[in-house]
């Protein structure tokens, strides 16, 4: 039976203790090196000589992301798709791709900003991409029009969030997202896709042009670089109707 993965905290960075340790802990699990339950609070507090207070803050927090899931009088366990997600990090062949697209690529004209700007992060996203409090990301908002070349009703709303240093001038972004990242270098080689159902909100409704209520996919995704790096975290809203799952197989 293998050694459980030793922790350490980094001690020169400048976030709050609870937070560094939560870092650690996704970080392991991203990597698959939790197979399937967590160290107690208890037993984190001690292993790293860190109040249990500490130790309750960072699982909760990776708790409320879905991250794990806490069994009364059993302990702390990865969720189902995490589970899925570290076993596929040990296997030595290449992993299988799915992504939910839209029937076909946006074009220019079927495609309209709703932001490009500069932003202090959302804790979301200071979770999501390992950064710092305060730290500012740059933020690209648009809406895709149900039909190619004709303008909405829009099919589906998209925000891509990254750190600031890879994207200074958000302002002045234009073309397709995945084009630039290519251009880069920065093409992810791994991405953690969540997918739940929902009916539109009113907000939603009005910036999509639908009815509220309407079947919406919510399509959450992470995406990593070639050394693990956070790159971007990814937010869809799209049409249940015009939403397509593609699973490639390599």
Aim: aromatic share 4%.
């Amino acid at each position: 039976m293998s050694s459980q993965p030793l922790l350490e905290i980094d001690s020169s960075a400048g976030q709050p203790l609870y937070l560094r340790l939560m870092q650690q802990l996704l970080d392991e699990v991203r990597q698959g090196r939790w197979q399937t339950g967590l160290p107690s609070e208890r037993k984190l507090s001690h292993r790293l000589s860190v109040s249990r207070h500490t130790a309750r803050r960072a699982l909760d927090l990776l708790c409320q992301r879905g991250m794990l899931e806490r069994r009364r009088g059993s302990g702390t366990y990865l969720a189902r798709p995490l589970v899925e997600a570290a076993a596929e990090a040990k296997r030595a062949a290449a992993p299988a791709a799915a992504r939910v697209t839209s029937q076909a690529p946006a074009s220019p004209a079927a495609r309209q900003w709703l932001a490009r700007q500069a932003d202090v992060a959302t804790p979301e996203e200071l979770f999501a991409l390992g950064l710092s409090p305060r730290t500012q990301v740059a933020r690209l908002q648009w809406r895709e029009a149900a039909t190619p070349g004709a303008p909405g009703p829009w099919a589906a709303l998209e925000t891509r969030c990254l750190a600031l240093q890879l994207l200074p001038r958000p302002q002045q972004f234009e073309q397709p997202f995945e084009d630039w990242l290519a251009e880069q270098d920065l093409t992810p080689v791994r991405e953690l896709q969540r997918l739940r159902a929902c009916n539109a909100t009113p907000e939603l409704a009005q910036l999509l042009g639908q009815p509220p209520g309407v079947a919406l996919l919510h399509v959450t995704r992470q995406s990593y670089g070639r050394q693990g790096q956070a790159l971007v975290l990814s937010q869809s809203y799209r049409l249940a109707s015009q939403a397509g799952l593609v699973l490639e197989l390599c």
